[in-house]
């Protein structure tokens, strides 16, 4: 079996003749969230007649529409402190760059209790994600993809309903607003502290989950385990405090599967990290790569590939 893959960005095409009006709903706030089994505070976005899940607080929703409909995407932020704005990335906005999103350059921002509606014509196919303009916010968790359709992929193979997004993203347990602190801050404020960038990852995040080992916190009950293969192996340092929101616990989440139901399944991914590139394979298949930037290429066939 062949795997399709799709790598998000931007991609011009024509307007359709036919045109449907697609509106979202959006709320915004922080709260406790637990995507890799160690709970801290993140930053949700959901459906405004939904309410949000702690243990998936993001990707945000799923924004889908066709080429030439008009999307309008209401946004309202209940966050206390913050303020806010999206950006929709890899999306051109011509003659409408006052939607494109970005705080304090074409737009003021969204402060807290109030809504701003984006409303733009669909001129793209293909796969891409929003997230926050304002700050480190998205990588707090303030993210979502985006799927425009009627692209060449859908006439070109024959995947079906196998048709799935993987947003990959790196996850640490601190605050974004702590990190930047910690390397913007001045050099030596405290004995020994020395601005670290990048900031090193704590784990890894697929659409929003993740398993972080919770015997890593201790460094000194636990200095070696066994492995699933029955092999010991020297436990990881990360000395971390117990988590605030609750006790920690690696078996939170269960494995999320891709059910494939066509002689071929798209992938659309995303690297929606905010700092680092991931190395993408699936064991004992190759990757068909049929679009890069939502750009449709010749198919080139890899055993793996490195998403920037």
Not at 27 to 39: E, Q, R
Not at 123 to 142: K, N
Not at 211 to 219: L, V
């Amino acid at each position: 079996m062949e795997f399709l893959i799709l790598i998000i960005i931007s991609a011009a095409a024509i307007l359709s003749s036919e045109s449907t009006l697609i509106k979202y709903d959006f709320i915004i706030k922080t709260i406790p969230g637990n995507p890799d089994g160690y709970p801290r505070g993140v930053i949700t976005i959901y459906n405004a007649n939904d309410t949000w899940n702690p243990n998936r607080p993001f990707p945000g929703p799923l924004i889908r529409a066709s080429l030439g409909d008009t999307l309008q995407r209401r946004i309202t932020n209940h966050m206390k402190e913050q303020s806010t704005s999206i950006h929709f990335h890899g999306l051109h906005m011509l003659n409408n760059l006052w939607m494109d999103g970005t705080e304090l350059v074409i737009q003021c921002p969204i402060h807290p209790s109030e809504t701003f509606s984006y409303t733009f014509n669909v001129t793209h196919t293909g796969t891409f994600w929003y997230h926050s303009h304002q700050g480190q916010q998205y990588a707090d968790g303030l993210i979502g993809p985006m799927i425009f359709d009627d692209d060449e992929i859908e006439k070109n193979y024959s995947y079906g309903m196998s048709d799935h997004v993987i947003m990959l993203q790196e996850w640490y347990h601190e605050s974004w607003a702590d990190i930047m602190t910690a390397y913007q801050g001045p050099y030596d404020a405290f004995p020994g502290s020395i601005p670290v960038y990048p900031w090193p990852p704590t784990s890894f995040l697929i659409n929003g989950h993740g398993q972080f080992d919770c015997r890593t916190i201790n460094c000194t009950e636990y200095s070696s385990f066994l492995n699933a293969c029955g092999h010991r192996e020297r436990a990881q340092c990360i000395p971390l405090r117990e988590p605030f929101f609750g006790l920690c616990n690696p078996h939170l989440h269960v494995e999320d599967e891709f059910l494939c139901d066509a002689s071929q399944m798209r992938l659309r991914l995303i690297n929606a990290a905010s700092g680092i590139p991931f190395r993408f394979w699936i064991e004992e298949h190759n990757i068909t790569i049929v679009a890069r930037d939502s750009v449709p290429i010749l198919p080139i066939i890899v055993p793996r590939l490195t998403i920037q």
